[in-house]
């Protein structure tokens, strides 16, 4: 959030520069506490897309007579998302389990462990950016699928290549650091399915 966005929120919170300080923070703390309720992980980070999200809102000519429940309006469909990204996530390991029979499950699990928290260390955009791009589709489906994502993007296809393999590089690189045991880096880069564990 800039400096003017943050202004802007202080603004139409109250006149008072002190009062809308402290209604500011009240109010993040409240959206934390909801995000934590509803077993959101890394809650500070969700209020703080919130705000981002409400910025761009009244930016683009929202009107908004209540800061603290529109801003709770937009924590709601945050919630819902990171939701559903989570259960994908669960399913995606489960079906990969499925799949992957030739690796003991204690393995997988270990190395899901230890690329999970990897995984999360990215920013929420290029968490969504390697959950699309890695869906578990085949053939023109995902080729369609890509070029898709590219042309919202507003990137070619290289370019998104390109961001993707810096994506993964740098999990790898976490992995890394996390274990030492190069066989489940290794497992990782021979497989390309193993991404899909989180995705």
């Not at 000519?61 to 709601?76: F, H, N």
């Not at 880096?185 to 564990?197: A, F, Q, R, T």
Request: hydrophobic fraction near 40%; aromatic fraction near 8%.
């Amino acid at each position: 959030m800039s400096p003017e966005d943050f202004a802007r929120i202080l603004a139409l919170l109250s006149p008072d520069a002190e009062e809308a300080g402290r209604l500011y923070t009240s109010l993040h703390k409240k959206l934390t506490g909801f995000f934590g309720m509803k077993g959101i992980p890394d809650p500070l980070t969700a209020a703080d897309e919130t705000f981002d999200r409400a910025v761009l809102k009244i930016g683009a000519g929202t009107i908004v007579p209540d800061v603290g429940k529109y801003c709770l309006g937009i924590a709601r469909n945050i919630a819902r998302e990171r939701r559903r990204f989570m259960q994908r996530e669960t399913l995606a390991f489960h079906k990969f389990i499925e799949d992957v029979d030739d690796f003991p499950v204690t393995q997988l699990e270990r190395i899901y462990g230890i690329l999970k928290p990897c995984f999360e260390q990215l920013a929420v955009e290029d968490q969504q950016l390697l959950a699309a791009y890695c869906q578990q589709i085949q053939g023109r489906a995902r080729a369609e699928a890509r070029r898709q994502l590219a042309e919202t993007m507003k990137v070619t296809m290289l370019a998104l290549r390109v961001k993707v393999t810096r994506l993964r590089h740098r999990l790898t690189d976490c992995v890394q650091k996390r274990s030492n045991n190069l066989e489940n880096v290794s497992l990782m880069s021979n497989k390309p399915e193993i991404w899909n564990i989180l995705l």
